[in-house]
């Protein structure tokens, strides 16, 4: 079982740079993939990035290439997504997931646990 709690969302302006981190609780085995995946209001939830918890391989959306960078601190079980040059469509609710078995990972139904989200606003 793991629980993930999310934190850092906030009000911004656009251009301006938030930092989310995403606490976990439990344990978290070497094989397991993080994600930030964000939901708009009226929209699907979407993949943002990923990152193997073991040797911390990334991979972002195309929307967010190049602003976001994802990291994990695998001593305190902590995942970031700092979040730069942030667009007024940036604005959403950010969520943290886990995977426990490698599968399709911009695929919000494969993974298996999820935090309770974190509200990004970004002012234009």
């Known amino acids: 079982q793991v629980t993930l709690v999310e934190s850092g969302g906030g009000l911004v302006q656009a251009g301006g740079s938030l930092r989310l981190s995403c606490a976990a609780s439990g344990r978290i085995f070497s094989n397991y993939v993080m994600g930030w995946f964000r939901q708009a209001p009226g929209k699907e939830r979407e993949f943002v990035a990923f990152?193997?918890?073991?040797?911390?391989?990334?991979y972002y959306a195309d929307s967010v290439k190049g602003r976001f960078i994802i990291s994990r601190d695998t001593a305190n079980n902590t995942m970031y997504l700092q979040m730069n040059s942030l667009k007024p469509e940036d604005t959403a609710v950010y969520y943290c997931?886990?995977?426990?078995?490698?599968?399709?990972?911009?695929?919000?139904?494969?993974?298996?646990?999820w935090g309770q989200g974190t509200q990004v606003t970004v002012s234009s």
């Open positions: 990152i193997t918890w073991s040797s911390g391989s990334t």
């Open positions: 997931a886990v995977q426990t078995a490698r599968s399709r990972y911009g695929a919000p139904a494969s993974y298996d646990y």
